[in-house]
C-alpha cells in the first residue's frame, strides 16, 4: 500500500511563509506526476501545483509568482514553498501522486494551513 506522509502546514501571518513537504513510499521511477491541491471549507478541492517527472509545472492562477512546487528524486518527496500567504490561502492541502503509467492514483491525508489576516 502505498503512503503519501505529508508535513509543514500550521498557523502563519497574512505575508508569511510555509513550507509543505510530502514523502511518498514508492520508487520516483514508477510516478508520472506529483503535486498539491487544496480544499477550504465549503469549497471543490483544486488544483494549487504539480510537477511531472520530466520537470514541467503548472499552477493555478491564484498561487503564481507565490508559490514553488518542486521535487527530490532521490527521496520521492514533493515540496511546496508558499511565500506572501494571504487568507484566502487558508485551506486543507492535500498531496497528489499519480504513478504506473497514470494508472494508480494516490492522496495524502491533508495537512491544514491557516493564514490569519
Known amino acids: 500500500q502505498v503512503q503519501l506522509v505529508e508535513s509543514g502546514g500550521g498557523l502563519v501571518q497574512a505575508g508569511g511563509s510555509l513550507r509543505l513537504s510530502c514523502a511518498a513510499s514508492?520508487?520516483?521511477?514508477?510516478?508520472?506526476?506529483m503535486g498539491w491541491y487544496r480544499q477550504a471549507p465549503g469549497k471543490q478541492r483544486e488544483l494549487v501545483a504539480h510537477i511531472t517527472t520530466g520537470g514541467s509545472t503548472n499552477y493555478a492562477d491564484s498561487v503564481k509568482g507565490r508559490f514553488t512546487v518542486s521535487r527530490d528524486n532521490a527521496k520521492s518527496t514533493v515540496y511546496l514553498q508558499m511565500n506572501s500567504l494571504k487568507p484566502e490561502d487558508t485551506a486543507v492541502y492535500y498531496c497528489k501522486v499519480m504513478a504506473n503509467a497514470w494508472s494508480r492514483e494516490y492522496w495524502g491525508q491533508g495537512t491544514q494551513v491557516t493564514v490569519s489576516s
Open positions: 514508492i520508487s520516483i521511477f514508477s510516478i508520472n506526476l
